[in-house]
């Protein structure tokens, strides 16, 4: 065995890894008394301590001031988190709004954002897409009154790859022209791992003069992010995956400030109205200068609540730390896996900056390791047909959790 893998060596990264402190700040998960090997925070992240009591503080406000509490704690809840995301996701704080749930959110900002129209009409998303960006991708196109088999066009990796070439997608992009309404991707592909590159398809997308809009699910608060200066038009994201507010947290949405004094559709509700007007009872909506303005109903508080606790530790950390610490302990996970288990293959890209925190591998028996895996006290995720999700988060993984799950995969293996 290599240095690299040897318990010795693992300990020795843990004890001068920067971010060792960060792991006390979360409920770490156990089964039967023993902790588990926990690499699922691509799906669901940790709850961070403090979560009971900020939840517990708003039932309080509610047990004693009731209706009271909407003007006065209530009202303009969501607003206090607003500047934490300004790093996170590469914006300004009024370019982003806590609302809805994702999916709910991409249809909301599709009907704003995708105009179809004469020959300029289509929509470009990445084949094998997450099935619920396919299905509101594919309803808004029908809703429109077009044929998915003709306005909706798909990029492909070459055969036998299971990646997106950056230069394919680009030239496909410039292929269809002016035919595209709308270029909707994720930021890191939930099955593959693989990050694209962001800033060049915006940029190429723009020159064709279509909207451009990011599903950012498995992106936030994992891998670097500037929407605001690569001119993206809207995006949208979940809470509860790395950035660990718990199930059901609020979804998050941007819209580029350029956007703010938008005169063209959308769907709308009292809670995107002016504060200053929104209690007048108006017929006509008096719209927030804000991505607030896409805003419908009311927050939902005690689904919030736990956005103080996650959003502090990553106030804490700063992204540029957590994308360096994530670039190491992601990349200790693959020096392990390429150098002891060759049954193993990497399906994401080896480049650090083409990936976040997740490795996705593929091996024979794919769906019977990962039930061996479970067995043993391992939390990760299988995705159909053949791939196994490792996601080390640096807020909370080990050196050491990485050496312990290579081992146990490689006994379940030999």
Known sequence: ?????SETYANNKDNLNPLKSIRKKFHYPERDGTPLLYFSGNSLGLQPIGVSDSINEQAKIWALKGADGYMSDWVDFHQQFLTDFEP??????????????LTVNLHLLMVSFYKPKDTR???????????????????????HGYDPNEALVELQPKKGEYCLNTEDILSTIE????????????????????KYDMEAITKIGKKGGAYIGFDLAHAAG??????????????????????????GAPSGVFVHEKHHRWKGARFTGWWGNRLDTRFKMESNIDPIQSTAGWGISNSSIFSMAPLKNALDIYKEVGMDRFVEESHKLTGYLESLIMSELPQISIVTPNDPNQRGC?????????KSVYESLVNKNVVCDWREPDVLRIAPTPLYNTYKEILQFTQILKTILN
């Open 358 to 366: 997740q490795l996705s591998l593929l091996t024979k028996n794919g």
């Open 121 to 143: 009409y289509k929509i470009i998303i990445e084949g094998g897409a997450f099935p619920s960006d396919q299905y509101a991708v594919k309803s808004q196109i029908e809703f």
């Open 1 to 5: 065995m290599g240095e690299i893998f």
């Open 222 to 247: 994992n891998v670097s992010l500037k929407l605001h200066d690569w001119d993206v038009d809207f995006a949208a994201w979940c809470n509860y995956k790395y950035l660990n507010s718990g199930p």
């Open 175 to 194: 292929s269809h022209g002016e035919s595209i309404s709308l270029i909707l991707l994720g930021g890191v592909n939930y099955y593959t791992g693989q």
């Open 88 to 101: 996170i996701i590469g914006g300004q704080w009024q370019e982003f709004m806590l609302m809805n749930a």
